[in-house]
T-cell receptor, first 109, second 115 residues
Framework: GQNIDQPTEMTATEGAIVQINCTYQ??????LFWYQQHAGEAPTFLSY??LDGLEEKGRFSSFLSRSKGYSYLLLKELQMKDSASYLC??????????WGAGTKLIIKP | ETGVTQTPRHLVMGMTNKKSLKCEQH?????MYWYKQSAKKPLELMFV???????ENNSVPSRFSPECPNSSHLFLHLHTLQPEDSALYLC??????????????FGDGTRLSIL
C-alpha cells in the first residue's frame, strides 16, 4: 500500500543543524517534494528531488535515495523562524501527491 | 504573498447551513485542487480540476460540491456537513497536470468548524 513516514515532532537549537527523514512506499514514483508550513499559513514549496543525490538551496538541502525509498531535509544554521511543520510528499503519477503527516520542528534559543 | 487567495479564513457553521468556500489564483495556472487538512493527519486530496474540467473526485461525500467556472477560480459548496468535517480546507494550483515536477502553490486555507 501507500505509506509516507516522517517523525511527528523534532526539537533543535538555534544555530544548529537538523535532519528530517522521510521514508516512503508507493506504487509509483515521479519525484518527492518537501514543503514548509507555518502554523495557520499555507504550505510553501521548498524542494523537489527525482534523481538520487543531494540538492542544495542555501541553508536547506534535500537528499533522495530511490532504491531505499528514503529522503531527508537538512536545515543548517537554524533560525527561530524555521519553527514550522515540514511536509514530505511523493508524486505517484502525473500529479497525484501522497503526503506524510508532517514533522513539527521546534527551535529553541 | 502566495498568489492563491482563499476566503473566508475562518468559518463556523451549523450542520444544516449552506456555505461556500472561495479560492482565486493569480499565477496563470491551469490546474486547481481542494485538500482537507486535519490535525496530525496527511493532506487529503478531495478534487482536482484541469482547464476547468474535473479530473479527480477522491470519493468525497456529496455534501461537498466543487465548482470551477474558470481556470482562476474554484469554489467548494458545503451543505449538511458533519462535525468530522471540521478541518482546514486548502486550495492549491499548479501550472498544469501531466508533469510530476510541478510544485503546487497553496492558499492559507479556510478553518472550518461545524457545530
Amino acid at each position: 500500500g501507500q505509506n509516507i513516514d516522517q517523525p511527528t515532532e523534532m526539537t533543535a537549537t538555534e544555530g544548529a543543524i537538523v535532519q528530517i527523514n522521510c521514508t516512503y512506499q508507493t506504487s509509483g514514483f515521479n519525484g518527492l517534494f518537501w514543503y514548509q508550513q507555518h502554523a495557520g499559513e499555507a504550505p510553501t514549496f521548498l524542494s523537489y528531488n527525482v534523481l538520487d543525490g543531494l540538492e542544495e538551496k542555501g541553508r536547506f538541502s534535500s537528499f533522495l535515495s530511490r532504491s531505499k525509498g528514503y529522503s531527508y531535509l537538512l536545515l543548517k544554521e537554524l533560525q527561530m523562524k524555521d519553527s514550522a511543520s515540514y511536509l514530505c510528499a511523493v508524486c505517484e503519477g502525473n500529479y497525484q501527491l501522497i503526503w506524510g503527516a508532517g514533522t513539527k520542528l521546534i527551535i529553541k534559543p | 504573498e502566495t498568489g492563491v487567495t482563499q476566503t473566508p479564513r475562518h468559518l463556523v457553521m451549523g450542520m444544516t447551513n449552506k456555505k461556500s468556500l472561495k479560492c482565486e489564483q493569480h499565477l496563470g495556472h491551469n490546474a486547481m485542487y481542494w485538500y482537507k487538512q486535519s490535525a496530525k493527519k496527511p493532506l487529503e486530496l478531495m478534487f482536482v480540476y484541469n482547464f476547468k474540467e474535473q479530473t479527480e473526485n477522491n470519493s468525497v461525500p456529496s455534501r461537498f460540491s466543487p465548482e470551477c467556472p474558470n481556470s482562476s477560480h474554484l469554489f467548494l459548496h458545503l451543505h449538511t456537513l458533519q462535525p468530522e468535517d471540521s478541518a482546514l480546507y486548502l486550495c492549491a494550483s499548479s501550472q498544469e497536470l501531466g508533469t510530476g515536477n510541478q510544485p503546487q502553490h497553496f492558499g492559507d486555507g479556510t478553518r472550518l468548524s461545524i457545530l
